[in-house]
T-cell receptor, first 114, second 115 residues
């Protein structure tokens, strides 16, 4: 089945620890994105990558880091510098750059930091 | 800066009735795309419908239609014949041409369908 996998579904960490969220896709899409969603809010862009070995900061990149070493994978690291890391994190892909292409989303990871 | 506004935090509708979810947008780009997504309580984001800025006709996908009024910068979602399974959060989004065509999202509208 083609799709996007995010693991784990729920993640718990202690404050001060870095944590890496996984995003894997087998859709052969070039573009990948990370969004953050807080309760009752819309999604906000953290990082995006349009091609392997290249990525750009989104609106709320502070305290996060990413890598794009393979087309299929775009892991997100939430560092201890992120002040309010508890949130729902969604990974997305897009087939191309034309405006008509919708984004496909993974099932998300709910991160809780205490 | 581009922006999406959804002014209805919650909407209530009975089964089999139609409902309109409002969305206004702001952009200076002549070329843009508008999207609607559904988010059930499970959290997954489900793509519903797309409208391009140059499309002459309103988009339709089954029970979903998009009422696109370019001059008013509005892109309202119309759901006909509501079903219990339509209860979810609905997000309007616009492509951000400055950020690799990432999406800019509104804050969403919670739709509750009752029998």
């Amino acid at each position: 089945d083609g799709g996007i996998t995010q693991s784990p579904k729920y993640l718990f960490r202690k404050e001060g620890q870095n944590v890496t969220l996984s995003c894997e896709q087998n859709l052969n899409h070039d573009a990948m994105y990370w969004y953050r969603q807080d309760p009752g809010q819309g999604l906000r862009l953290i990082y995006y990558s349009q091609i392997v070995n290249d990525f750009q900061k989104g609106d709320i990149a502070e305290g996060y880091s990413v890598s794009r070493e393979k087309k299929e994978s775009f892991p997100l690291t939430v560092t201890s510098a992120q002040k309010n890391p508890t949130a729902f994190y969604l990974c997305a892909t897009r087939a191309g750059t034309a405006l008509t292409y919708e984004q496909y989303f993974g099932p998300g990871t709910r991160l809780t930091v205490t | 800066a581009q922006k999406i506004t959804q002014t209805q935090p919650g909407m209530f509708v009975q089964e089999k009735e139609a409902v309109t979810l409002d969305c206004t947008y702001d952009t200076s780009d002549p070329s843009y795309g508008l999207f609607w997504y559904k988010q059930p309580s499970s959290g997954e984001m489900i793509f519903l419908i797309y409208q391009g800025s140059y499309d002459q006709q309103n988009a339709t996908e089954g029970r979903y239609s998009l009422n696109f009024q370019k001059a008013r910068k509005s892109a309202n979602l119309v759901i006909s014949a509501s079903q219990l399974g339509d209860s979810a959060m609905y997000f309007c989004a616009m492509s951000d041409n400055q950020a690799g065509t990432a999406l800019i999202f509104g804050k969403g509208t919670t739709l509750s369908v009752s029998s």
